[in-house]
Structure formats: C-alpha cells, structure tokens
C-alpha cells in the first residue's frame, strides 16, 4: 500500500477538497483511493483526518492517542491491497511539532514531528502533496482565519511576523523532501480557476466517474470586519467574540455590508512582500512550475490597503471600525437578520 498525506497549506481549499473526498468515499474505493474514515477512533464524524496528524504531535490534548493512531493505519496496510493507495488529508500537518526543544525552535520541533509521520507510515511508501498560494493572499487569508477562528487579536504587522515560518515555503520542501518518498507542489491560483477538486485528484492519478459536487468552503469576510472583529477579540471574552463573529458572518452573507473593496496590504507594501520572495518564487518555478509559466501569477491587485481606514494617528481603531459598521444603510428581507444587527448595536448600547 501507498500513503498519500495532503498537508496543505492552509487556505489554499483543504475544506472543499475533505468534504469531496468524505462525500465521495465509495467511489474513490471504486477505483483504488481510500479516503479512512476515522470515526470508531475519534468518536464523531469528520471530513479531515487533524486528530490523526494531531497524535504525532507533543498535543497533550490529541484525540486519539499515538497508540490508537499506530494501531489503526497498521490494520488499514493489512486490509488493503498491494495497488491501494490510502489519502490522509489534514493541514494542520502545517504547523505541528513534537517534542520542540527548550530554546521553542520551530523548526527542530517541525522536523521531528515529520520524522514521527514519516515513521507512522512506515515501512510503506509515504508521498507529499502540497498546494501553496502566493505568499501575500496567503498572509492575509490566514490573518483573516485566525481573527475569525482563534481570537487573534494583534495587528496584521505583528501577525506578518509572528507567522513568517508559515510562508518559509523553500526551506519547508527541503525539509519534506529529506524526510519524505516524494513531494509534489501544486500552484492554488492555477487550481481554482477551474474545478478545484478534480484538479487535485488529477495530479494524484485519480479520475472518478459521477462523483458528488461540492461548494467552495470557509469563505471570507470583508477587510473591515475583519479588522473590526480583531479590535473586539481584545475586548470581548471568548463567548462574547464567538458571538460577534456568527452575527457578522450571517450579516455578511445576507448582504448587510456594502463596504468599499479594500486589501489588507496596500499595492506597495504588497509588492515589497513579494520582493523579499523573488529568489523563493523563481526557485519554485524551476523546480515546480509549468513550462514558461511562473508558479505564481505575477498580477498584484490595485486595490487599497488597510491604512485608507485609519487616515489620522491617535484615533481609536475600533470606534471607527464600529461607526463604519453601523453607518451601513441595511434592509432585511425577514427579522432574523435584524437580530444580528440589533447585536452590533448592542455593543455601544445603541438601540435597532
């Protein structure tokens, strides 16, 4: 049997691609790719296999446990057939470490975690694929992921370089390469201008016939909001913070907002960024990319960045953010939209 591990990265459509595979398990089996379904060790149902990944770590909190996670892939190498190939998908693979030393070092942590995988699987043939996007909408889908889903509540410059290590993409494949049979780099931005899950399964071999469709997961929200939301988290308990985000994000998706476009970089500091990867950009071209294509498409959006918000030192961030919030002229088709925004208003004790 081969192991085929997707680690990621993150945003780059890990949801969409674990729902399709989850969705799609009979006929992935059909034609030789088994998508494990890991319920009778994790106790509940999941479209991605983090708590298998998570049993390699130093987690003191995994669920499963490493012997559990020992024991099960060696029944599924004994189960399945010589031509098999077993898919584990989980991007937190990304950003685990065991054993981390005491200087914190990432990096001897990471590969030490790899080293574990890679033991895992052993002795069978155990393969990379990695999807990245280009290193600026990455920083800032991820920014936006962690104000959203982890109370993150410091500026998107602390967060450029509290996160740096996530976007070491050179040094992360070298790694993988030394630990790993085969990695595989494949380039988001190519991928999902088309059907993004066929494209993943294409470049592992795999055509399924009359497989299940699935939307594109884990949208984004607004430049504003985000940044709105990451003021509150340093305000708000974590109940109180949990509660904005789903009262913004069903706001958002009922068209309560009609924010100008904005980016979090502006298109300098965006093309700065991207210089100090130039050297990575071409290195993964050559080794990675197409035929006289770049890896990464070279267009940057001209759209402002997040100082338009902000014009004047001294002012309080988050009274702006609110006012811009609240100053949007909404109408609501029925009344359960109107609570979320009876919520916002709530904030400043303001009445819907």
Same mark, same amino acid.
């Given at each position: 049997m081969k192991f085929i591990l997707h680690i990621g990265a993150h945003k780059t459509g890990t949801t969409t691609i674990q729902e399709f595979c989850a969705l799609n398990r009979d006929a992935l089996r059909s034609v030789g790719l088994i998508y494990p379904d890991l319920r009778h060790i994790e106790g509940r149902e999941r479209n991605s296999h983090h708590g298998l990944v998570a049993a390699m770590s130093s987690s003191p909190h995994a669920c499963p446990q490493e012997n559990e996670v020992r024991e099960f892939v060696h029944?599924? !190498?004994i189960s399945g057939g010589n031509h098999d190939v077993a898919l584990f998908s989980a991007e937190s693979i990304w950003r685990h470490v065991r054993k981390p030393p005491e200087s914190g070092d990432f990096w001897e942590?990471?590969?030490?975690?790899? /080293? !574990?995988?890679?033991? /895992?699987?052993? +002795?069978?043939r155990t393969e990379i694929v990695l999807v990245l996007r280009r290193q600026d909408t990455f920083a800032e889908s991820l920014f936006q992921e962690n104000v959203k889903m982890r109370f993150y509540n410091k500026s998107f410059e602390t967060f450029i370089g509290a996160f740096a290590h996530f976007w070491a993409y050179r040094r992360r494949i070298e790694m993988l390469r030394e630990v790993f049979d085969a990695v595989t780099v494949l380039p988001f931005e190519s991928m999902s201008r088309s059907d993004l899950c066929a494209s993943f399964l294409d470049a592992i071999g795999v055509k399924v016939p009359d497989a299940h469709p699935v939307p594109r997961k884990n949208t984004g929200l607004q430049t504003q909001l985000v940044l709105f939301l990451q003021q509150m988290n340093a305000r708000l308990d974590k109940n109180a913070a949990r509660s904005l985000r789903r009262h913004l994000i069903n706001l958002s998706a009922d068209g309560a907002f009609d924010f100008e476009p904005i980016r979090l970089f502006s298109p300098d $500091?965006?093309? !700065?960024?991207?210089?100090?990867?130039?050297? $990575?950009?071409?290195?993964?071209?050559?080794?990675?990319?197409?035929?006289?294509?770049?890896?990464?498409?070279?267009t940057v959006p001209e759209m402002p960045g997040r100082s338009m918000l902000l014009p004047e030192e001294g002012i309080d961030t988050t009274a702006v953010l609110l006012s811009s919030v609240l100053k949007q002229k909404v109408t609501f +088709?029925?009344? !359960?939209p109107s609570r979320h925004w009876a919520f916002l208003n709530s904030l400043i004790g303001r009445r819907s």
């Open positions: 029944e599924l !190498a942590g990471h590969q030490n975690y790899l /080293l !574990a995988l890679k033991d /895992l699987f052993a +002795p069978h $500091e965006r093309r !700065a960024f991207l210089h100090s990867f130039a050297d $990575e950009n071409t290195w993964l071209t050559e080794t990675f990319g197409m035929t006289g294509a770049s890896f990464f498409p070279d +088709p029925d009344p !359960a």
